[in-house]
């Protein structure tokens, strides 16, 4: 019995979800000598080094997710990406019904270590409400992030609010996903921040 609880453990996963409010902060670019554009299938050949990443943003765009990449002449600094009620897969980390749902959920946002403090995940934040909010001024946005994540601190600033806890367990492997599923407790309460006193 308690061999299968490891196994089971092994595969769960927990995330704090957050909701949008609707009030998206003004946010000036963190430096003006880079650019900010929508991911295409020219800028993941010109930009992303690592084969495995080109493959996993080629399959984001396939199944019509939106990102937004900050990229400077030598290479990337930061991206995030969008899954939209018109996305034909949902992200891994989510269970499988939450594709079904009318919503947007923000997910996969990186920002390079030499990059990260600089304002970056706040400001890409911001271009992909902006965007989803004038396609849709009634739009239902969410986001999710591990507890330890200090990227919590900017969500708050940008007008997410806490909206429970998200439990998933994923059934396959990596490249052979089978089904995820899980469910969300929309009245679980948020841990402090990260090196909150």
């Not at 430096?31 to 295409?40: L, N, P, S, Y």
């Not at 990227?151 to 490249?175: A, D, H, I, Q, W």
Request: contains cysteine; glycine residues 6%; hydrophobic residues 35%.
């Amino acid at each position: 019995m308690n061999m299968m609880w490891d196994v089971i453990e092994k595969i769960r996963n927990e995330s704090l979800v957050y909701y949008h409010n609707g009030s998206v902060p003004e946010v000036e670019p963190p430096r003006e000598d880079v650019t900010v554009e929508w991911i295409t299938e020219e800028i993941v050949n010109e930009y992303i080094e690592q084969d495995k990443l080109k493959k996993k943003f080629r399959y984001f765009l396939d199944v019509n997710h939106s990102g937004v990449m900050a990229y400077d002449n030598e290479s990337w600094l930061a991206y995030g990406w969008i899954s939209k009620p018109e996305s034909t897969d949902t992200p891994y980390q989510l269970p499988d019904w939450i594709g079904n749902l009318d919503l947007y959920w923000m997910f996969f946002a990186r920002t390079k270590e030499k990059y990260r403090e600089s304002g970056w995940h706040k400001y890409l934040l911001a271009e992909r409400l902006n965007a989803i909010y004038n396609s849709n001024s009634h739009a239902a946005i969410f986001t999710d992030t591990s507890i330890d994540n200090v990227s919590r601190l900017s969500m708050l600033s940008s007008g997410f609010e806490p909206k429970g806890k998200m439990s998933v367990y994923r059934f396959g492997y990596p490249l052979r996903h089978v089904k995820t599923v899980g469910c969300w407790d929309w009245g679980t309460s948020h841990p402090p921040l990260p090196n909150a006193d």
